[in-house]
Antibody, heavy 128, light 114 residues
Framework: QLQLQESGPGLVKPSETLSLTCTVSGGSMSSSSYYWGWIRQPPGKGLEWIGSICYSGSAYYSPSLKSRVTISVDTSKNQFSLNLNSVTAADTAVYYC????????????????????WGQGTLVTVSS | DIVMTQSPDSLAVSLGERATINCKSS????????????LAWYQQKPGQPPKLLIN???TRESGVPDRFSGSGSGTDFTLTISSLQAEDVAVYYC??????????FGQGTKLEIK
């Protein structure tokens, strides 16, 4: 059974960088069939996709966060990571990692299916 | 980007009664070449991550009770719970995957017991 687990600091100061890691167990990340994504949820609010990456390192980001986000992958550790810089209180949220199958690529863009496996989420608070 | 809009924002239904949640996309998510709607529904219970309930607008995931059903096509979709159970209290989200990235979700509908 595939499992995903987020880890990282629960408190980040404003203007600093939020860094989280997702560890995947019960399966290998090294497949072109899947993308691995980050989604966040501010307290009491809805879901916001941050970005996704495949094992080769090909990554896609939300247009609204693209200037501040980097997602990377380490297949040797079966992990992928999120860096979000210049954080403010508006970045306070539960951060989830999740898997979504790829439905192929065309014209330089890859397309995704829904998220089928999720981590439990980790709350990150931005505060001084 | 495709914008997903759900209605209502919250809903209270009596146990055993029908619950209906709507989702509207800003453009069609029906792919004409295979006649499939690229629309998914998730259920998120308090303190838990979302769980994929339905994809292709109407196909239940394995293990999802048959009281959950999805319908609709093009831009208008509905999630129906035929007979509400206490364990169905949750927030429900729709998501389009017709054009991804970006992945876009509806704002969520909170379902409670009346």
């Amino acid at each position: 059974q595939l499992q995903l687990q987020e880890s990282g600091p629960g408190l980040v100061k404003p203007s600093e960088t939020l860094s989280l890691t997702c560890t995947v167990s019960g399966g290998s990340m090294s497949s072109s069939s899947y993308y691995w994504g980050w989604i966040r949820q501010p307290p009491g609010k809805g879901l916001e996709w941050i970005g996704s990456i495949c094992y080769s390192g090909s990554a896609y980001y939300s247009p609204s966060l693209k200037s501040r986000v980097t997602i990377s992958v380490d297949t040797s550790k079966n992990q992928f990571s999120l860096n979000l810089n210049s954080v403010t209180a508006a970045d306070t949220a539960v951060y989830y990692c999740a898997r979504h199958p790829s439905r192929g690529c065309s014209g330089g863009t890859c397309y995704f299916y829904p998220f089928d496996y999720w981590g439990q989420g980790t709350l990150v608070t931005v505060s001084s | 980007d495709i914008v997903m809009t759900q209605s209502p924002d919250s809903l209270a239904v009596s146990l055993g009664e029908r619950a209906t949640i709507n989702c509207k996309s800003s453009q069609s998510v029906l792919y004409s070449s295979n006649n499939r709607n690229y629309l998914a529904w998730y259920q998120q219970k308090p303190g838990q991550p979302p769980k994929l309930l339905i994809n292709w607008a109407s196909t239940r995931e394995s293990g999802v009770p048959d009281r959950f059903s999805g319908s609709g096509s093009g831009t208008d979709f509905t999630l129906t719970i035929s007979s509400l159970q206490a364990e169905d209290v949750a927030v429900y989200y729709c998501q389009q995957y017709y054009t991804t990235p970006p992945c876009t979700f509806g704002q969520g509908t909170k379902l409670e017991i009346k």
